[in-house]
């Protein structure tokens, strides 16, 4: 259950309209870094988190918050947006409001389908969707990628910061950003946490560390003769996780002989097919279902090994 309170969090009053403004700031709506993002992904984290207590009651307050940022923008476009168009282009073909508009950058969708209101999508028109969202379900994971949403997220605020004058945005705008300082410092200190508590050893993400190639989790393969990656720390020196030494290798060459081919082709649907392969099994639907019974076939004989 979510409670609103008929206030925001933090006030949205410009100074003036400004229906430019809006249209670059629909990027912190509903961009692939903007509030509705940062708000869908951690109500998505929190709801699917299965460990109760501190870290769930962590992420679902962040989650709350972010559905208060998404309101305040909102509203700070709806504000800036007021007697747009016509406000939004006095100096421009003040007999054609719609068009001096359009000159003038103003989102037209602003006029002719919300009639003056924020949209779910992000400065260029492109609607938001759930593809910019990371629920894991693993906590390391998860937090990790909120660090870097904050981050992303901070920093096209801070552009904006610098594409206006007006007072009232850059005052609700400096909240914004202190927020976003304060989240990617709280997602790094959940890190801390989830290392303190013992849920995981250093901050490295290592399910199944036990299977992985012993040589490949602390080498650093460069594939130019001429760079000089070697230089920095991570080509060399302890790893992060403390359990090897980093191994620089230059002009890293294949470490196999397999060569990125496919099985033969269908001769009927690749004709420039030589028959260098063999014989292509045919792409019919008889096919396609004969190879599917014999990979089920396959699995029931595995699983009885």
């Known amino acids: 259950m979510f409670k609103h309170v008929d206030y925001l969090q933090f006030q949205a009053k410009p100074e003036k309209p400004d229906a430019v403004l809006a249209a670059k700031m629909q990027e912190l709506v509903g961009g692939q870094f903007g509030e509705m993002t940062v708000m869908m992904q951690y109500l998505w984290q929190g709801w699917s988190c299965r460990v109760p207590g501190k870290y769930k009651d962590m992420i679902m307050d962040i989650a709350t918050e972010e559905i208060g940022h998404v309101e305040m923008l909102t509203t700070m476009l709806a504000r800036l947006l007021e007697g ?24 037209f969708q602003h006029a002719i389908v919300t009639g003056g209101g924020a949209l779910p999508r992000d400065a260029a028109g492109v609607p938001w969707n759930a593809g910019y969202i990371v629920a894991s379900g693993n906590l390391l994971s998860d937090f990790r990628s909120n660090v870097a949403a904050e981050a992303q997220s ?88 403390g359990k090897d030494e980093i191994v620089y290798v230059p002009d890293a060459q294949p470490l196999t002989d397999d060569k990125p081919l496919g099985p033969a082709p269908d001769p009927k649907l690749f004709v420039t097919y030589d028959g260098q392969m063999g014989k292509g099994k045919p792409g019919t639907a008889a096919g396609a279902t004969g190879q599917g019974v014999a990979n089920v076939v396959n699995k029931i004989k595995g699983a009885l090994e």
């Open 154 to 241: 901070r920093l096209m605020t801070s552009r904006v910061y610098n594409m206006t004058d007006d007072r009232g945005v850059k005052d609700m705008l400096q909240f914004n950003l202190a927020r976003d300082t304060y989240h990617q410092q709280q997602w790094l200190l959940g890190i801390e946490q989830l290392i303190q508590d013992g849920f995981t050893e250093n901050g490295i993400e290592d399910s199944n560390a036990e299977f992985e190639h012993p040589e490949a989790n602390h080498t650093f393969y460069s594939f130019d003769p001429a760079s000089r990656a070697g230089e920095g720390r991570w080509a060399q020196g302890p790893t992060l996780n």
């Open 84 to 107: 747009a168009p016509n406000e939004a282009q006095e100096k421009a073909a003040a007999a054609n409001p719609m068009l001096g508009a359009v000159m003038g950058g103003m989102n």
